[in-house]
């Protein structure tokens, strides 16, 4: 947190470094000297899980744009060129693709978790924010990278997502055309898309940074939602403790990325997508990626394009204003028992939404993704604002030493009992 | 302009799945059913006899209406795929042509083959091959068996991610009933159109390949039953080869990889768990 730095240079150098530029003991403070809560749980690894997935992403999107070629005509064969005659390119390639997919699970995980332990209220608005907008970037990010491999999901899925401009009244064939670089999707929006693939993870690092910033003026949330009264009592440093549970979450999740990297790297794609792209021939059903499933789901449910695209993009604005939708003085769902089932109605919903956005819209499917659409904005609307003011809490532990102490009482003497 | 955006509508409403029903409706009248094959698992591997064989039903059948133009000469002969030597590989690059542009010349002549070059494609172009073919293209056949499936519906297309059960092989299974899906005559009530033939698999129906494969066509030397069906199950292994060539690699790659992270997270386990003895958390 804030304040005068607590490092103390050892040596010459590091003290001639310190006085001009305090590198060291930012980084000491940020990240070794840092004041985490105690009782945090693995659901808070998910942060540093998605550093080293960013990590793992630019590392092999860099060597992958060695060797990729963005031409309409070249794009698909580059890319099996990268799979078959690449030294390690079927790794650095199935590493990529499916490491979107595991980027967007531990993102989902960690606003999961965010929702769960009202981690976006008050103080933690602006990094709740900052969260959303990186959200953003991943989604506009993968979805240009999905394009790439030129293939025919590739082709059509940017052709209905660009389309959605189109709804636009007025303006909307205009901004389509300019998207394009055309009057189509074709070369020009291929290349545009890589250019930006390139250059949108950067920003991500940048909003990341802000992102960190943000959680390290305010704190970091934890399972009791209360705040650290007293540093000797209620945290510990960040290093060697969040250091080291950090990783042991990161290595397991590791062991989940292998797995679909090394023996289903085609489990999470469509088999279309090996079909070189061909404007002329349009696959019988359009599906995105798995992750934007829920929200194509509400993109469709609505009987209206432009209806439908301004659903879709409410679906994540919203997120935005959740900190103020939310009234409750509680934060953590632990202790707010409705609040709790909600939470999981909700993902409930969000789940049954990317089934039903994988399913062709009709009959029973579509009154079903209309259903839980209203219900995902209803959660939002009209359940965050009401259970703030109805819900009884149950009591908030004073502070976080008092959490824990809560915690253990009762598992030390159930723990102690066979010993004696 | 007009035509594209009336393009881009009609593409609208297939993604919206107005126009798919039709199509839906029509496939799944026979079953896709699941092989066993070698390849499949955390530890598969291809069977090098069956990719050779696959190779001769591929070369004598398949090669003369589809191309394969990721193919190269030198694959046949790399490990992991059906391990010609060298000198086999060469011998057989020998048999074909390529043309290649003389920079003596400046003309485009034609010379044998080499270790270095693709498989030479049957026809000039897509063109060409739709004339020849009665209006139908036969797909590239490089990374075909990745590029077809099978409907698996719930809870079935989840249990094919988890270890244990993983299933990759929708599409080499879609293969194998493709060629055996054949019909001598359309059912009742169904017509075809010239040069078209009934398969039970196929989306639709109508499917513009004539059956390929029929008892005894292809000379086995190893004792493998020249039937219509070994030759399906041998091609199909083949394509997955020629889809997936570093197959074997990966899945060997991967479990080191596994064994690895799974050491390493079981010491920062034990490493952490010391760290926190102290601390009530």
Redesign the interface.
Known sequence: MSGPSQYVPKNALARWLEARLPIIGFTYDSFVAYPTPKNLNYWWTFGAILSFMLIAQILTGVVLAMHYTGHTSMAFNSVEHIMRDVNWGWMIRYLHANGASMFFLAVYIHMARGLYYGSYKAPREVLWILGVVIFLLMMATAFMGYVLPWGQMSFWGATVITNLFSAIPLVGDAITIWLWGGYSVDNPTLNRFFSLHYLLPFMIAAVVALHVWALHVVGQNNPAGVDIKDVEKDSVPFTPHATMKDMVGVAVFFILFAWFAFFVPNYLGHSDNYIEANPLVTPAHIVPEWYFLPFYAILRAIPSKLGGVIFMFASIAILVVLPWLDTSRVRSAVYRPIYKIFFWLFIVTVIGLGYLGSQPPEGGAVIAARILTAWYFIHFIVVMPLLGLFEKTKPVPASINDAVLAKNGGERVAAAAPAQ | ?KL??A??A???T????M???A??ADAGHAEVHKQSWSFAG?FGHYDRGQLQRGFKVFREVCANCHSA??LAFR?LAEPGGPQFSEAQAKELAAQYKVKELSDKTGDVEERPARLSDRWPAPFANDIKAREAMGGSLP?DM???A????YHRP?PLFLI??L?GF?Y?E??VDYIVALLNGYKDEPPAGQKLDAGQSWNDIM?GNRIGMAKPLADGQVDYTDGTPATADQYAKDVAAFMMWL?E??LE???R???R??IF??V??GL??A??RR??AK???
Do not use: C, E
């Open positions: 302009m594209k955006l393009l881009f009609a593409a609208l297939g993604a919206m799945g126009g798919a029903p199509l839906a955390a133009n990721l694959n797909p490089s990374v075909l990745k590029a077809r499936t719930f094919d991610a270890p993983s990759q929708h599409g989306p889809a060539p570093k690699d990966r899945k790659t991967g479990f990889v596994v992270l799974a390493l997270a920062l386990y490493t952490k760290i926190w601390i009530p958390h």
